[in-house]
């Protein structure tokens, strides 16, 4: 692994870490993310940006964090409508627009899909080992969340 990987990609997409990995546990435990970590992972994300691109970057990812908020929240209320049950939490809502701030809405399509596929394969070993899934079975999409965020981040400067 060259010096130049760790510095350019593989550092700048762990940099996250000390805030999605208590999240993540919370929202296993407790099913829940706190807001207190929801905005710390933004302000950090905007305080990154504002690090790299001044305060135009601060500006633009608010603005993204902002508009991922307005999509994701809509997505949830159609789902809701649809469905007749909440199938993505407030916290999960936030945590997206947090993430936006990190990865912008170019980086949002790689995060849903990594949290998504991960999701799927965890139903799917849940599934192996027993347990009964079906339309009712809950799982905290916090975790997955955190590892699509790493993943958009690690891909993102690659891309």
């Given at each position: 692994?060259?010096?130049?990987?760790?510095?350019?990609?593989?550092?700048?997409?762990?940099?996250?870490?000390?805030?999605?990995?208590?999240?993540?546990?919370?929202?296993?435990?407790?099913?829940i993310i706190?807001?207190?970590?929801?905005?710390?992972?933004?302000?950090?994300?905007?305080?990154?940006?504002?690090?790299?691109?001044?305060?135009e970057g601060?500006?633009?990812?608010?603005?993204?964090?902002?508009?991922?908020?307005?999509?994701?929240?809509?997505?949830?209320?159609?789902?809701?409508?649809?469905?007749?049950?909440?199938?993505?939490?407030?916290?999960?809502?936030?945590?997206?627009?947090?993430?936006?701030?990190?990865?912008?809405?170019?980086?949002?399509?790689?995060?849903?899909?990594?949290?998504?596929?991960?999701?799927?394969?965890?139903?799917?070993?849940?599934?192996?080992?027993?347990?009964?899934?079906?339309?009712?079975?809950?799982?905290?999409?916090?975790?997955?969340?955190?590892?699509?965020?790493?993943?958009?981040?690690?891909?993102?400067?690659?891309?």
């Amino acid at each position: 692994m060259s010096a130049a990987f760790l510095a350019g990609a593989l550092l700048p997409a762990l940099l996250p870490l000390p805030l999605t990995l208590p999240a993540s546990l919370i929202d296993l435990h407790r099913r829940i993310i706190p807001d207190a970590l929801n905005l710390a992972l933004l302000l950090l994300g905007l305080a990154v940006a504002g690090w790299r691109d001044g305060a135009e970057g601060i500006g633009l990812g608010l603005a993204q964090a902002g508009l991922a908020y307005g999509l994701f929240r809509t997505v949830r209320a159609l789902h809701a409508r649809a469905s007749g049950r909440i199938g993505l939490g407030l916290g999960d809502v936030k945590f997206i627009a947090a993430a936006a701030a990190w990865t912008g809405l170019a980086g949002l399509p790689v995060l849903v899909l990594a949290a998504s596929l991960s999701a799927l394969a965890a139903v799917g070993l849940l599934a192996l080992a027993g347990r009964a899934i079906g339309r009712e079975t809950a799982l905290p999409f916090g975790p997955f969340l955190a590892l699509g965020l790493h993943a958009a981040l690690l891909i993102g400067p690659a891309g």
